[in-house]
């Protein structure tokens, strides 16, 4: 079993957190409960926001890999940093967990081509080419959204084609998911490596801004690359946003205390949810939502384009039935009542973005 995209690493590195210890009550994740949820590969975000910018991004970034190889270097016996698809199949094999990296942000490094060799260097295997913010060289889904008429360019730049060049050239997987329409388009036009879009859902059944249309479902499908589910309840439910608003205005007040104390929104969101745990939880979709973005993806384009990518430790509301990664057994559970075989889930598990992983490496 493979996850695209967990935020642990960052968020424990930003609280002082130790991911080898027992993180349960604080965290979706640990290695202990990766293990035990049956996660044999776990992509952990490499991750600032956009505070981080030119002399602080990279450096950053650097210091939450510096952590993965410290933790793993203790723990030799419970889990392994791999780059490679051999590497991978090894730690698998030796019942370890395959711990890799993935970048989420192409503001991490800097606007330098050489930062980016740098990455893939220390062992990242993929690079979101934007987070929520936009770089100089390519446009995010949430600014194409917001700022449609301000924004100095849209899509890919000349050296934003760079990037997406030597990231096929590097051998590293170009990952779709936060990007821009227009971004998406000019990536996917440029590639000649098959994507993966990390931790994105589908926009025709939660059109939210940083969703999946099924024009771009099939151009990942036709590239042969892979589209990993995200377990936000805000990306596969339609209806909670609506009742996330609900529920943040009977605490405004709080809000703007926190907003006056420099809180950016997704702070105030995962605190409020944390702070009110009834009504937060009444808040959650059930497991079956996350299922039919599943479902969909496989009855547009087929069985071979979906995967997992939870962002675990990155939201703050899941389905019901999901509260940390010991509950993934149940999306296995659930793909067999709806009828998935073997073949098909060991696919839809990990076995897509191997194959997609596989197709990027440079011999
Ligand atoms: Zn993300």
């Not at 293990?35 to 970034?61: H, L, M, P, Y």
């Not at 419970?78 to 991978?88: E, F, I, N």
């Not at 295997?125 to 995010?140: G, I, K, Q, V």
């Not at 036009?189 to 771009?216: E, G, I, M, W």
Request: proline share 3%; glycine share 8%; hydrophobic share 40%.
């Amino acid at each position: 079993m493979v996850d695209t995209h967990n935020d642990v690493l960052s968020s424990a590195t930003m609280r002082g957190l130790n991911i080898a210890g027992d993180l349960s009550g604080k965290t979706h994740s640990d290695i202990a409960r990766l293990k035990k949820g049956g996660v044999d590969v776990q992509v952990f975000s490499i991750f600032c926001d956009e505070r981080f910018g030119k002399d602080t991004a990279f450096q950053f970034a650097n210091l939450e890999i510096d952590s993965l190889y410290a933790i793993a270097a203790r723990n030799p016996e419970k889990m392994a940093v791999v780059t490679t698809p051999a590497q991978l199949q090894q730690a698998v094999s030796e019942k370890k967990l395959a711990c890799m990296m993935g970048v989420e942000g192409g503001h991490m490094m800097e606007d330098q081509l050489s930062n980016l060799d740098s990455f893939y260097k220390r062992g990242v295997r993929y690079m979101t080419l934007t987070w929520n913010n936009s770089t100089s060289w390519a446009t995010s889904a949430m600014d194409e959204t917001l700022k449609k008429d301000s924004l100095p360019h849209k899509g890919l730049t000349a050296f934003g084609k760079q990037v997406v060049q030597r990231m096929n050239a590097l051998g590293m997987l170009v990952d779709l998911s936060h990007v821009g329409e227009q971004t998406f388009w000019d990536a996917i036009n440029t590639t000649t490596k098959p994507v993966l879009v990390s931790h994105s859902c589908v926009y025709a059944l939660c059109p939210v801004f940083r969703n999946l249309k099924d024009d771009q479902i099939k151009a990942v499908a036709k590239n042969g690359g892979v589209i990993d589910i995200n377990f936000y309840s805000g990306f596969l439910d339609s209806t909670f946003q609506r009742r996330l608003t609900a529920f943040n205005n009977r605490h405004k007040a709080e809000a703007d205390s926190l907003k006056a104390l420099k809180w950016v929104s997704y702070e105030i969101e995962e605190y409020f949810l944390k702070a009110y745990p009834d009504e937060a939880g009444s808040l959650r979709p059930p497991l079956s939502v996350l299922l039919d973005h599943i479902d969909y993806i496989v009855r547009l384009v087929g069985v071979d384009h979906v995967g997992l990518g939870s962002d675990f430790d990155g939201i703050s509301s899941a389905p019901k039935e999901l509260n940390d990664v010991t509950d993934l057994p149940l999306i296995t559970k659930g793909l067999l009542q709806r009828g998935y075989n073997k073949n098909d889930i060991r696919k839809i598990l990990g076995g897509n973005f191997i194959r997609v992983f596989s197709a990027n490496q440079v011999f």
